[in-house]
């Protein structure tokens, strides 16, 4: 072995080996996450604003580097171009999305978790946080489903079953879910060995179907487009039913596409409600739609990724009333937990659903092994089920449902703000703690009625430029943030509009802070550019 | 508001507010974790052994605990319950699974990645984030088929387009890539608007199939057959080759896999080519795959999880040729990148082909936005390309190319070792850094061309159970550790067979600690439960 390759080979033990000196770079800047986390993601975030084309030359290199650098050279780099260029998820005017500032304990207990590098997918490399992870799903089982202690003793450790799969995300746990329905309805039967083994064509002809189809509200997430192609039900086959005034899901439209789709001899096989829509966050009347999928016999998902947690709250839990009825749930960790990006879940009323995508291998999941992995859609899955039952522990019941409250309070004195404004139009009212506004002024809002319909859509492409250019400038100010999309609104025809999108779930948003989002926003229409599109809409009306 | 409802909400202000003070419980794990990895480790992990039975009353609560509870009482039953009972899988004597000890400074960056709390799906909650994910997607593609620099301009930060896709791990990233092959074979042709929009049934019929299948050696890993199960294929039609006496797909075998499945009208859209089989390590004939893919037309796939590294090193990578003729490849950066679970990559050759399941929705991922959640399976996803942007750039190409030479150095001697000892037989010999062996005496070897068919059945059973029970024990002693397996084994008539199997690819494992592991499966064959088989093993000879 030559000199320099010697010296390599010491070195790399070392960085297996010797912690980070606390003076070093990485040192100072771990220990000062460490001591104020809130503090340091405001003192390093929301700093210099440059492009995403400009930050892209900073990660323009496409050739992984010959030789090994120092990590404090490599620190340098990363508060210089990445941290200082991320953005400020947890601060109290992100009010966009559904990432929210975290419970401070979560950082020393997440670095906990990494350190041990566990892998959930088998108890060789997971051991205590199997049952763990076990007593987690049964945990929000409960908190839906809410069984009998028996029904737990029984099924909790159970080998064979699994109350739920905790996945990466809500992608994931949808896709679980619908996974299980499809399986489940072309399950093994006489000759049939089941869509698992014999796949979808001779599942079709075995049910003598011309094709599978799910029904959903238009609100649906995005996610179950992705999942109803990877089940190779097509999009086609995701019914994207109407919604009524309130943005839940029209249960006369719902009967007339299920007429529709048996006329053409295409069978659903899974009816999804929504528990807090991504955009508008308003709940589907879940006990109908039970009693809707009970009657024509199919599997009956909650998509509750973003309102799940609601059910902390005894205020406002009645909200969900039905969720006990479904046959799956999705709840996210990482929305209304408040655990860090990567943890979703879904749970089954039934223990014995997962069996419908059960798998196994010689090396790992044997037959009668407790490993998680013969249940889940992922294989090797880190143990971030400890921060939620970290969450559960330290917050508790009482906790999130005080956390729960508050940010619907919000959301509600939020729109009171907006109503009461003489420059914003309300567009949806907050049921739980998301609402959805434009900028309008006073004088357009008066004179709405009496316009002609190719008025009202003239204006309304103008009112979608400027709610697109506020947004971004607002964004890249970097002070305030709230997201923005698009909705077909009853009060216009149907119309698609743009519209802020904005999200109260950080407990660290004061109202003084919603005020300033809206003068920021009245104080950037004033800006040439924005105010020449108001012009154009006077031009209209007058 | 109660006055007690008033304290609740200030303790909730606190937690999402003030950080752990340095002297409490939490602190002071926190500050041990930091200041000695290892040595932390070591300490607390390979504790007390309980059974699992035993572990699961720590977790057998179901309700959600009504009431808040102090971060330090949680924190010492993390410590004594969940730290003291899970498995230290960085420790040097593991040498079972795919887990090993990671670069310290992956901690100190964890915690970096968990505090700013990006969400990938889209960039206006990750920024900078984005283009540095864009980055390591496009070194690693530059690892595999080191296009020219023109191509990288123009398509790593291609708002349009994407070189790979960034998973929680590789079961996703195989999974992606079988979709995208499967959305390709049946794309929109003519009336035919593709597999993603009409549907499996309607695919096929303009297909004028009877199914799709993919063929893959034996040794495929296992989340090939969840795969298939999701995207509607059917495990049936997982066509598993056999192979050759190294482990290797038999090309023969797949020709006439090949015929067959033509016969039946049944069309194998993707050909998997593995690259360190996850049993023995194993590399197919890539180039030779390559070459059948190209003459039948379909997707050529490299599951590469394990195995992808290895073209770091000077030495070895030659093992891999052909791979760069892949259309896609899997890399699992929680495997030999030493980045911490939950981290995984697909990458394909042509920038163009995970359009083939894009999508779209009102609120992000609108069309023309650089969101990396337009071309992923999942949707939220946290920040961990940068913990393998920092081990690129620090560790380096030379530094992993390093790291993987000792590992195949190590299994080649491990192998030695077991060839040398009396009581062990080798069962599949190291290519890259994996191995299989099993006790078998000496004595037993010796006789092993004189025995009778039935004799040799009877003594492989004895031998099988001898290996469970010797790898039960030694796990549970909790100081070194093998997995096991089942092998069909050539040298035995084709006959499963149960093998320890080891994994060098922890830098710390020396070769006094694998002496040691041989050293204490001996020790534990002479306990008498185990040496009443060896007995029985002696009857059946005698």
Known sequence: M?????????????????????DSTLGAVDHAIGENVADFLQKHIVALERSLEDIEKDFSASKIPEEPSFVSAYTDFVKQKLVAQSVHTAAPGFVGHMTSALPYFMLPLSRIMTALNQ???????????????????????????AQKDSFYDQWIHDSQHALGAFCSGGT??????????????????????????????????????????????????????????????????????DTDVDNRIDMQALRMEYTQLCKRNIRPFALVGVAGTTETGHVDPLNEMAD?????????????????????????????????????????????????MGAGMVLFKDPHALSAIEHHANYILRHG????????????????????????????RKGYGLL????????????????????????????????????????????????????????????DLITQEVQKRQREAGKNFVSRTRLRSSRYHGEQISVFRSVLA????????????????????????????????????E
């Open 506 to 541: 950080n407990p660290l948003t004061t109202t003084e802070i919603l005020a300033e989002v809206l003068e920021e926003q009245c104080a950037i229409v004033k800006e040439t550019e924005v105010q020449g599109l108001i012009d154009k809409i006077k031009q209209i009306i």
């Open 292 to 340: 809707f999928a009970a009657e024509i016999g199919c599997h009956f998902h909650v998509d509750a990724a973003w309102g799940g947690p609601t059910l902390f709250s005894e205020t406002h839990s009645h909200l969900l009333k039905g969720i006990e009825r479904a046959d799956s749930v999705t709840i996210d960790a990482h929305k209304q937990l408040y655990v860090p």
């Open 119 to 145: 892998n959930l997918v088998k108890v060789e490399t997971s051991k205590a946080f199997t049952p763990m992870e076990r007593q987690v799903l049964a945990m929000l089982h409960h908190l839906i489903y």
């Open 404 to 463: 729960i409250d508050l940010g619907i309070e919000k959301a509600h004195k939020f729109a009171a703000m907006i109503n009461d404004h003489q420059n914003f139009e309300l567009i949806t009212a907050p049921e739980l703690n998301i609402l959805t506004y434009r900028y309008s002024p006073a004088w357009l809002q008066d004179k709405v009625g009496q316009l002609s319909l190719e008025q009202c859509g003239e204006i309304n492409s103008l009112l």
């Open 172 to 241: 994931i746990a949808n896709t679980t879910a619908l996974w299980v329905a499809r399986n489940k309805l072309c399950g093994p039967d006489g000759s049939f060995a089941g869509i698992a083994k014999e796949g979808f064509f001779k599942a079709l002809q075995h049910l003598n179907s011309s094709g599978l189809a799910i029904l959903v509200s238009r609100r649906a997430h995005y996610s179950l487009g992705k999942a109803v192609d990877l089940l190779g039900i097509g999009r086609d086959n995701l019914i994207l039913v």
């Open 369 to 396: 092994s407790k490993d998680l992995g013969s249940h889940t859609l992922e294989g090797s899955r880190p143990g971030k089920a400890m921060l939620v039952h970290a969450g559960l522990s330290i917050i508790g």
């Open 2 to 22: 030559t000199e320099t390759a010697l010296a390599n080979l010491q070195n790399l033990y070392r960085i297996f080996t010797v912690p980070e000196a606390p």
